[in-house]
């Protein structure tokens, strides 16, 4: 079985930064591709970014392109989100999740998930 505990989420100024942290455990970190996913009130959860198993390749949201960098540490079973630039529309609830497969952006391809931690940026 597979954990992954998120943390880093606060109340945050609209044109700041945080930086989300995801630490896992339970198998191998290497062996997976891992995944932010975001879920604001009343909508769909959805994608904002991905890198592989060694961290060569990342995917992003075009939403967050250019704002958001995703990254790795495969010695401390961390993944991490550095936001910047944060908008009010970036709040939400983050979650990380892990998969077996190419970066991609279908959350039906990640199994394992975690509880989220909450995101909110005030105007």
């Known amino acids: 079985q597979v954990q992954l505990v998120e943390s880093g989420g606060r109340l945050v100024q609209a044109g700041g930064s945080l930086r989300l942290s995801c630490v896992v455990s339970?198998?191998?970190?290497?062996?997976?591709?891992m995944g932010w996913f975001r879920q604001a009130p009343g909508k769909e959860r959805e994608f904002v970014a991905a890198?592989?198993?060694?961290?060569?390749?990342?995917v992003y949201a075009d939403s967050v392109k250019g704002r958001f960098t995703i990254s790795r540490d495969n010695a401390k079973n961390t993944v991490f989100l550095q936001m910047n630039s944060l908008k009010p529309e970036d709040t939400a609830v983050y979650y990380c999740a892990a998969s077996s497969n190419w970066p991609n952006k279908s959350r039906a391809t990640y199994e394992y998930w975690g509880q989220g931690t909450q995101v909110t940026v005030s105007s």
């Open positions: 339970g198998r191998p970190f290497s062996s997976y591709t």
């Open positions: 890198v592989s198993r060694n961290g060569d390749i990342t």
